[in-house]
């Protein structure tokens, strides 16, 4: 995704869940942001999110906590149709990390309730599941009218998902834990972050609230990777 300060770079493209886009090469301002580095980002999601299919497909159980799986899709839902982006390879991306999420709400769904220690939860896990999903559509959508940022959305959705990996290390005791997909989510934002503020550099401006964010993100992120090696 990515970031700007109000009123710059207006017409530049942005990402999520997630999580990111390149910007538009027809717009003046696409030259800020390298743009083949956020290509390998937004291809770092996508195998993210595959190999989450594959591991939950073996394992039958979510390879990314189902609060990520939600938000993520919320955001792709409302920012793949409502406002897709200008750019068709990352009009691309967007579906690719919808169609993907797609398969591991299914996966969810077929297997989450299982696992549930709740039994009202576990008598009602696709209604409360699908239900939380529309809430977060409708929530997402009111913070964009309200805000108009869905690259920072993104970001904050990518923050939170970062954090509950770190839940979900603790909770699982290692079932259904990857080091390949914390690899990638780490370098895949890391990627996006530095295209930011490479931007950001070249513009001679920043935008903090975003950088402290990314900062977040990365350590967070340093932190699942660490815990994954004990």
């Known amino acids: 995704m990515l970031f ?26 696409g030259a800020v942001v390298p743009e083949r580095l956020t290509l390998v980002g937004q291809a770092s999601w996508v195998c993210v999110y595959a190999l989450a299919v594959w591991i939950g497909a073996r394992d039958r159980v979510s390879a990314i906590p189902v609060a990520a799986i939600l ?18 390879a990352t009009r691309v991306l ?4 919808l169609i993907l999420d797609l398969v591991l709400l299914v996966e969810v769904l077929w297997w989450g309730a299982a696992a549930e220690p709740n039994g009202f939860i576990r008598d009602h896990h696709a209604t409360l599941v699908l239900g939380a999903l529309g809430l977060l559509v409708g929530l997402q959508w009111l913070v964009y009218r309200a805000f108009g940022q869905k690259e920072l959305q993104a970001y904050v959705v990518n923050l939170i998902m970062s954090a509950l990996f770190i839940q979900m290390y603790f909770a699982r005791h290692g079932q259904g834990l990857s080091l390949s997909i914390a690899w990638l989510k780490f370098l895949g934002t890391g990627a996006i972050s530095v295209a930011n503020v490479s ?22 992120d340093a ?7 004990r």
Not at 71 to 88: I, K, Q, Y
Not at 223 to 229: I, K, P, S
């Open 71 to 88: 938000l993520n899709l919320s955001w792709e839902f409302l920012f793949a149709f409502w406002r897709p982006p200008a750019s068709r």
């Open 94 to 97: 967007y579906w690719s990390w």
């Open 4 to 29: 700007r300060p109000s009123g710059w770079c207006n017409g530049a493209e942005d990402r999520v869940g997630l999580l990111t886009a390149a910007a538009d090469a027809h717009h003046p301002c």
């Open 199 to 220: 931007g950001w550099i070249r513009e001679r401006r920043v935008f903090r609230g975003g950088l402290a964010i990314m900062v977040a993100v990365a350590l967070l």
């Open 223 to 229: 932190l699942y990777v660490a815990l994954l090696y």
